[in-house]
Structure formats: C-alpha cells, structure tokens
C-alpha cells in the first residue's frame, strides 16, 4: 500500500505562483510513476502532468497537459518520496482541487496516464484557487 499527502495549495493572484508538493509513504520503492489531477466545479477530473520512470533506471520522463505546458513544471526528489508541482503564471482557470496520484504496477505508459482511473492511489486533494 501506498499513502499519498498533498499539500501546498492556497490562494493567489492571476499571474502569481504556487508550489504543491506530494509526498508518498509505504511501498515507495516501487512507485513507478506520480501524477497530478485536477477538479473543478462542475467538471470532470482532468490530467495535468506525471513524471514516468523509464524501465528500471533512474531516468524519469515528464508530461503535460497543453493547458499547462510552459507553466508548470513536475519534479521528483526520491530520497524524500517526493513529488512537486511548480505552479507559475497561474490563471483563474486553474482553480481546482488539486490531486496527486501513485501509481506501483508500472502499467502507468503515456497511453494510460490521462485517465484517472488507471492511477491506484490517490492523496486527499488541495484547494487551488487563482483570483482575477
């Protein structure tokens, strides 16, 4: 099993930055992938970035979402179990509970790691929101 504590979230201004950090307990050591989701009112559950362990190695692929692409950047300190997503230029369109997401059965490819429900484990949420 896996534990995953998000937190980091607040308010802040459009324009404006905010750092999440996730950090994951348990089985780390076999923690393949991390991501982060996020929900807004009203919408579904949507993909923002994931950092992906290239086979056994140490070498660690990152993705984005479009939306955020330029302004976010995903990073991982595995000597903490950690994951942080650095938030800049941040727009009212971000507001959102923010989801961090382990995954440990190494199924976690680029074909799978947009859908939520390809993700095992999931941390409790952090509110985001970004005023204009």
């Known amino acids: 099993q896996v534990q995953v504590v998000e937190s980091g979230g607040g308010l802040v201004q459009a324009g404006g930055s905010l750092r999440l950090t996730c950090t994951a307990s348990?089985?780390?050591?076999?923690?393949?992938?991390m991501g982060w989701f996020r929900q807004a009112p009203g919408k579904e559950r949507e993909f923002v970035s994931a950092?992906?362990?290239?086979?056994?190695?140490?070498?660690?692929?990152?993705y984005y979402a479009s939306s955020v692409k330029g302004r976010f950047t995903i990073s991982r300190d595995n000597a903490k179990n950690t994951v942080y997503l650095q938030m800049n230029s941040l727009k009212p369109e971000d507001t959102a509970v923010y989801y961090c997401?382990?995954?440990?059965?190494?199924?976690?490819?680029?074909?799978?790691?947009?859908?939520?429900?390809?993700?095992?484990?999931w941390g409790q949420g952090t509110q985001v929101t970004v005023s204009s």
């Open positions: 950092i992906i362990r290239s086979g056994g190695g140490g070498i660690y692929w990152t």
């Open positions: 997401a382990a995954d440990t059965t190494g199924k976690i490819t680029i074909a799978t790691m947009e859908r939520f429900l390809s993700w095992a484990y």
């Open positions: 348990g089985r780390t050591f076999s923690t393949n992938a």
